[in-house]
């Protein structure tokens, strides 16, 4: 790797191309695949198997400073569709160069809850949002990273579809 990654220097996020104003945090999700525990005949002992291409649930947790006008869009019943667009620092290894790089994070995902905050004078409401993730893509520096679709059985990992044989197996 010729490039040191520093920080991240700066994101907005958007709702149907609306900047959502006030996000102070997003948590993205973890991405781990559903496991079957393999043992009998072959195998010393017990294994977990990761299955490929299925995963388990998908959580994203948005805070906010405060409660805002825009606050209550991620709450919108059905599937809905978020953008993270970060920079992303980084310097070059040999020439010492810093530099900024572009993240994007497209997410369909379906709201799960919202914890109002609390009141407190002269303080931060602190209110926060989880929602389920259905679909995510992560693209780095314009170059597609990971797609996971849960309902169109899509799991691509850099480049590789790991679900394109189950499909045509499925005949999907």
Known sequence: MSKIPHVLNGF???DDDTELVGV??????NIEFLTETISGAGVAGELEVPIIGLLKSMEMTFKERSITSNSFELMKPGLNIITLRGS???QDRKTGLIETIGMKVVVNYLAKS??????????????????EVVRIAVTVD???????DKLNHLCVIGGVDYLETFRK???L
Do not use: C, H, R, W
Request: aromatic share 4%; net charge negative; proline share 5%.
């Open 12 to 14: 907005n996020v958007y």
């Open 24 to 29: 102070v945090s997003v948590e993205l999700p």
């Open 88 to 90: 992303i620092q980084q």
């Open 114 to 131: 919202m914890n109002l905050g609390g009141f407190e004078q002269a303080k931060a409401i602190d209110n926060e949002t989880k929602v």
């Open 142 to 148: 314009s170059d597609p990273k990971i797609l996971i």
């Open 169 to 171: 197996n499925l005949g």
